[in-house]
């Protein structure tokens, strides 16, 4: 009796196979939900600035100080972004949370002017190529089954040299240089899309140690994507953009 009932109960429980399978669908459950909310803060960044960029080309006087401030917000926006990164491990998800939405406000300020350089049907040709073109390369990155690390090493080596190549260029004013920073920024942003998404969806099927790192590490995420979509738009903007008159 007791032989059959250990049987039995033997019977009931899952294999070492079974259980892995288990295992991973819970994880990547995990990581479906984390992506969730990670694209639910990149897509809340994106709107704080198109509402920001809209009060910016609604009012005449908001965008002459903006024009007037322009490079000491971007400088602000740099050390935003670099004091983000920095003092994340020291921040509530709160504080966070705000500092990543102040972030794209004030992105939205300087976006605003540059965006009233184009026509608004050029702009918005721009933002749905820029949108699709986004679309595509993070549903890639979030089901090839290839590693993007590599890529990843180089794409930021790129990174670095096109911002090395914009400083140069405010002395020399080469439209060739200019054109070429484009095509080129254009190329390495639409593989770093790709290359995040698969970075922190890996973050998210590992999981974490609580649902405040688990949130901070979702904001850094939506802070990469949110970077990668607006330099995107950018670069194509330069491309596709119809200057005004």
């Known amino acids: 009796m007791n032989q059959d ?10 294999g070492w196979g079974q259980s892995g399978n288990i295992e991973h669908a819970a994880r990547t459950d995990m ?17 704080v600035s198109g509402v920001v960029a809209a009060a910016v080309l609604s009012s005449q006087e908001l965008m002459l100080g903006v024009f007037e401030w322009f490079r000491a917000l971007l400088i602000v926006e740099l050390v935003m972004v670099f004091g983000f990164t920095a003092l994340l491990r020291r921040m509530n998800f709160a504080t966070a949370a705000a ?16 965006v009233s350089l184009y026509t608004h049907e050029s702009v918005a040709n721009t933002f749905f190529v820029t949108a699709g073109t986004f679309g595509f390369m993070a549903f890639l990155g979030a089901t090839t089954k290839r590693d993007l690390t590599s890529f990843g090493s180089f ?4 990174v670095v040299a096109l911002l090395l190549a914009s400083v140069v260029n405010i002395f020399l004013h080469s439209s060739a240089v200019q054109w070429a920073i484009s095509g080129l920024g254009a190329l390495i942003f639409t593989g770093l899309t790709a290359y995040d998404v698969q970075r922190f969806q890996k973050m998210g099927y590992m ?39």
């Open 99 to 114: 500092s990543f939405l102040a972030y794209a406000a004030v992105n939205g300020l300087t976006l605003g002017l540059v």
């Open 207 to 245: 999981g974490f140690h609580s649902k405040e790192e688990e949130g901070k590490v979702a904001l850094v995420g939506a802070l990469n994507l949110y970077l990668d979509f607006i330099n995107l738009f950018l670069m194509l903007l330069r491309f596709f953009g119809n200057r005004r008159n």
């Open 155 to 158: 794409l930021i080596m790129g």
């Open 5 to 14: 009932r250990n049987s039995s109960a033997v019977g009931t429980q899952p």
């Open 31 to 47: 990581a479906a939900r984390f992506a969730s909310r990670m694209f639910g803060w990149m897509a809340g960044g994106l709107a």
